[in-house]
């Protein structure tokens, strides 16, 4: 995670920024304050990278980088203003001993790349070009299913669609096998390509209205028992609890500001370092 101290939204790269309107910094800080608590509470260990003043968009951890099987895949970034974000983020993973991948093509980290069992579910559309999807598929010897984002205010896939159980993968600490994978998603922010694969993929996913969407419901955390959701998105509280998940409201309305909710202020590190 990244702490919002430079946090501000100073241009317009989505359409939920608003650069007219002046960010209220310290509320930004005490609800990321409370987003990392309630990951120490649920047991996640948290690692603060350093905020870098001049990017402040860099509270979207979950833009900066991918880290699966212990193996690191580098952001790069679609618009001028984040490209820093990249090296930045990938500096720390090679300080903490991880094998780091350089990328041949756009793509903006966890924010488009999500695992759900054995799979890796990748968004493109908006930010991350498709060919860097078969760049992962090779990385990490999984399948990648490629999804098509088509509303531009779910322009990352992590607020189209949450992986609620295995997004740790298969094995320890994952689910079993792909069968208990479980996903929730906005059906319409989806291509009816990939609004086709999705079904196919998991025809009992639990899908998610457009008024819990539109407060970015789906950009939650799951680890397979806790979802750690916008508190706004009520509908969505309810689907959840129904099928037994434990939900955990976490207001993160000033960072929703410059597009984000509680996944984007999270990148998820799967595996531990393994040296070069
Ligand atoms: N302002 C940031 C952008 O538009 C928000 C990023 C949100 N991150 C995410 N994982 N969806 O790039």
């Known amino acids: ?5 430079y946090y501000s ?12 309107v002046p960010v209220d910094n310290a509320l930004a800080v005490a609800q990321w304050e409370r987003l990392r608590d309630v990951h120490r509470d649920l047991g996640h260990t948290v690692e603060e990278i350093d905020p870098v003043p001049g990017l402040p968009d860099m509270v979207y951890a979950a833009n900066g980088a991918t880290v699966i099987d212990g193996i690191v895949y580098e952001s790069w970034f679609r618009y001028p203003e984040r490209a820093a974000e990249g090296p930045a983020y ?16 756009v793509n903006e980290g966890e924010g488009d790349v999500l695992l759900a069992g054995s799979r890796v579910l990748a968004g493109h559309g908006f930010r991350t070009d498709v060919d860097a999807h078969a760049e992962m598929e090779v990385l990490w010897g999984r399948e990648v299913v490629s999804l098509e984002l088509v509303d531009p205010r779910f322009y990352h896939l992590d607020t189209a669609l949450t992986v ?27 291509s009816p390509r990939s609004q086709e694969v999705l079904r196919t993929l998991y025809p009992d996913a639990l899908l998610v209205s457009e008024e819990d969407a539109a407060v970015l419901g789906l950009n939650s955390v ?9 508190p706004a998105a009520t509908g969505y509280e309810g ?8 939900v955990i409201g976490v207001d993160t309305s000033e960072l929703l500001r410059g597009g984000g909710g509680a996944k984007c202020c999270t990148l998820v590190v799967r595996g531990e370092p393994r040296s070069a």
Do not use: Q
């Open 222 to 230: 799951a680890d397979g028992e806790h979802v750690v959701i916008n």
């Open 90 to 105: 990938l500096r720390w993973f090679s300080d903490h001993g991880y094998v780091t991948a350089k990328a041949r093509y």
């Open 164 to 190: 609620l159980r295995g997004g740790d993968g298969v094995g320890p600490g994952g689910v079993a096998s792909d069968d208990e994978v479980d996903v929730a998603y906005l059906p319409a922010a989806f």
């Open 9 to 20: 939204v100073s241009y317009e790269i989505n359409p939920w920024m608003d650069p007219s």
């Open 1 to 5: 995670m990244c702490r919002p101290t």
């Open 239 to 246: 689907g959840l609890k129904e099928r037994g998940y434990e």
